[in-house]
């Protein structure tokens, strides 16, 4: 019998995965140079055989989704609670999509938009004049207001204060490395930066909890995902236990607000290094009000698409084979995830000549396959909230882009930086915003 192929990869890992860790762009360019596409790498939370070619992306995400667990549950249990559909597998997973999704299709997108343009609106109004500011907090206060009122609800300014202090407070409380590392999730007497952030995560519960309460016991006409997920009902015709209610409310947090805010960071970023390109956005967008006509046109969709191309906010994702599996020939090894490296496929210049250059006109010139650019990832853990962030960002744009000219402070090229999960400029970009006149 001839042995089967070895994938290929580095012999020492841990180099290399602090080099990933430092920059996933960069690593995975390097990496297709010296090993070629797919390869294997050890990771602190175990072996990955990785992929950035179409076509491997492709069987990856049209495998049958039972054939696959979640990756790294363990170390992300703790922030988004068990139940939570970022975690869950098989028949649960389907059934939780199966009640989230309704909040997220695209004809929903009407009644979130008022409120969309809404926040953009009140933090470009609180924006020094001549004086230099942080885009990607500011982004951040849009992005927390946008799912403080669209998921829980709450548009009463006093308690939306409320909710976002607590929001961020949790938020960055938490630091990369406990999720990379999950041994730093421990408490050391009560002290320490784990022990600080159970605090604050158990205050956050308690609010949610009186908020689950509150719409269950009085009653409720909103029109938010919170009151969606309190009246759906699976196929049985059960509802969703408040636990399980509550793991969902944390994930919407933890996956909409910093992406989001991170993806509108990169898009100014590039429309302020290009003022020719952001006159023609403006140019686009004329005096329209309606956020239906603005989310449908063609080069701030180009200027969108792009961003998320140039800049992923999200690396790669994982999953976990449950049975042997080959990829291009290769076996995977036992107890290894396969992973699809959206930062790598976004760079391949075969399909994306030029990868480097943030060029939107490709997304006017020709349209690319699902498995070729997957910003939201792919197959049946496809991002639930792709469309409501596109939205977002759209209205966010036009608000920003209309309301005057961004400056960045340097308008260098700027390095990568993991946070957390998320993939974000280094630093927080440095801006002065004068109004139009
Ligand atoms: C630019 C913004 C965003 C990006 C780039 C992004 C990207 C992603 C990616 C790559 C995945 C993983 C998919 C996979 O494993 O194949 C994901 C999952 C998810 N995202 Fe997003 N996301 C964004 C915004 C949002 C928003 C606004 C929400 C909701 C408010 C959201 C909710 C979720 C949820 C619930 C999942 C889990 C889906 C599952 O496991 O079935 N995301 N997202």
Same mark, same amino acid.
């Given at each position: 019998?001839?042995?089967?192929?070895?994938?290929?990869?580095?012999?020492?890992? =841990?180099?290399?995965?602090?080099?990933? @860790?430092?920059?996933?762009?960069?690593? #995975?360019?390097?990496? +297709?140079?010296?090993?070629?596409?797919?390869?294997?790498?050890?990771?602190?939370?175990?072996?990955?055989?990785?992929?950035?070619?179409?076509?491997?992306?492709?069987?990856?995400?049209?495998?049958?989704?039972?054939?696959?667990?979640?990756?790294?549950?363990?170390?992300?249990?703790?922030?988004?609670?068990?139940?939570?559909?970022?975690?869950?597998?098989?028949?649960?997973?389907?059934?939780?999509?199966?009640?989230?999704?309704?909040?997220?299709?695209?004809?929903?997108? +009407?009644?979130?938009?008022?409120?969309?343009?809404?926040?953009?609106?009140?933090?470009?109004?609180?924006?020094?004049?001549?004086?230099?500011?942080?885009?990607?907090?500011?982004?951040?206060?849009?992005?927390?207001?946008?799912?403080?009122?669209?998921?829980?609800?709450?548009?009463?300014?006093?308690?939306?204060?409320?909710?976002?202090?607590?929001?961020?407070?949790?938020?960055?409380? /938490?630091?990369?490395?406990?999720?990379?590392?999950?041994?730093?999730?421990?408490?050391?007497?009560?002290?320490?930066?784990?022990?600080?952030?159970?605090?604050?995560?158990?205050?956050?519960?308690?609010?949610?909890?009186?908020?689950?309460?509150?719409?269950?016991?009085?009653?409720?006409?909103?029109?938010?995902?919170?009151?969606?997920?309190?009246? $759906?009902?699976?196929?049985?015709?059960?509802?969703?236990?408040?636990?399980?209610?509550?793991?969902?409310?944390?994930?919407?947090?933890?996956?909409?607000?910093?992406?989001?805010?991170?993806?509108?960071?990169? $898009?100014? #970023?590039?429309?302020?290094?290009?003022?020719?390109?952001?006159?023609?956005?403006?140019?686009?967008?004329?005096?329209? $009000?309606?956020?239906?006509?603005?989310?449908?046109?063609?080069?701030?969709?180009?200027?969108?698409?792009?961003?998320?191309?140039?800049?992923?906010?999200?690396?790669?994702?994982?999953?976990?084979?449950?049975?042997?599996?080959? =990829?291009?020939?290769?076996?995977?090894?036992?107890? $290894?995830?396969?992973?699809?490296?959206?930062?790598?496929?976004?760079?391949?210049?075969?399909?994306?000549?030029?990868?480097?250059?943030?060029?939107?006109?490709?997304?006017?010139?020709?349209?690319?396959?699902? #498995?070729?650019? @997957?910003?939201?990832?792919?197959?049946?853990?496809?991002?639930?909230?792709?469309?409501?962030?596109? #939205?977002?960002?759209?209205?966010?744009?036009?608000?920003?882009?209309?309301?005057?000219?961004?400056?960045?402070?340097?308008?260098?090229?700027?390095? /990568?930086?993991?946070?957390? =999960?998320?993939?974000?400029?280094?630093?927080?970009?440095? /801006?002065?915003?004068?109004?139009?006149?």
């Amino acid at each position: 019998m001839r042995n089967a192929p070895v994938l290929p990869g580095p012999w020492l890992a =841990l180099p290399h995965t602090m080099r990933y @860790l430092r920059d996933p762009i960069a690593f #995975y360019a390097d990496a +297709r140079r010296r090993w070629g596409d797919p390869f294997t790498l050890g990771s602190f939370n175990g072996r990955l055989v990785i992929t950035g070619r179409a076509e491997l992306i492709r069987e990856i995400f049209a495998a049958d989704p039972a054939s696959f667990d979640t990756w790294g549950a363990d170390a992300l249990a703790p922030f988004v609670g068990p139940a939570s559909v970022l975690l869950t597998s098989g028949s649960r997973h389907r059934r939780q999509r199966k009640l989230l999704m309704p909040s997220f299709h695209g004809a929903r997108m +009407r009644t979130y938009g008022a409120a969309m343009m809404a926040a953009a609106r009140r933090e470009v109004a609180g924006w020094p004049r001549q004086q230099s500011f942080r885009l990607l907090p500011a982004m951040q206060r849009i992005s927390l207001t946008v799912i403080i009122e669209t998921v829980f609800g709450i548009r009463d300014a006093t308690r939306r204060n409320d909710w976002s202090r607590a929001i961020a407070a949790t938020m960055d409380a /938490v630091h990369p490395a406990m999720l990379f590392f999950p041994a730093l999730q421990r408490e050391f007497g009560g002290i320490g930066p784990w022990a600080r952030f159970r605090r604050l995560l158990a205050q956050l519960d308690a609010m949610i909890a009186a908020e689950i309460t509150a719409r269950r016991t009085h009653g409720d006409d909103g029109d938010d995902i919170l009151r969606l997920l309190l009246a $759906a009902t699976d196929d049985d015709g059960v509802a969703m236990p408040d636990d399980e209610v509550r793991d969902q409310l944390v994930t919407l947090l933890i996956a909409g607000h910093e992406t989001t805010a991170l993806a509108l960071s990169w $898009a100014l #970023y590039e429309l302020a290094r290009d003022p020719a390109l952001c006159a023609r956005v403006c140019a686009e967008l004329g005096d329209e $009000a309606a956020p239906e006509i603005i989310a449908r046109l063609p080069l701030l969709d180009a200027v969108c698409q792009e961003t998320l191309r140039r800049h992923p906010v999200v690396a790669d994702v994982a999953r976990t084979p449950r049975q042997p599996m080959t =990829l291009a020939g290769y076996p995977v090894p036992a107890g $290894a995830a396969v992973m699809p490296a959206i930062a790598a496929a976004h760079f391949d210049p075969t399909v994306f000549p030029d990868p480097d250059r943030f060029r939107p006109e490709r997304f006017l010139e020709r349209s690319f396959a699902p #498995y070729e650019f @997957l910003p939201f990832g792919g197959g049946a853990r496809r991002c639930i909230g792709a469309a409501f962030a596109l #939205y977002e960002m759209k209205l966010a744009l036009a608000v920003i882009v209309r309301a005057g000219t961004l400056t960045l402070r340097d308008s260098g090229p700027v390095a /990568v930086q993991h946070r957390g =999960l998320t993939l974000g400029p280094r630093g927080e970009l440095p /801006v002065r915003f004068s109004a139009a006149s």
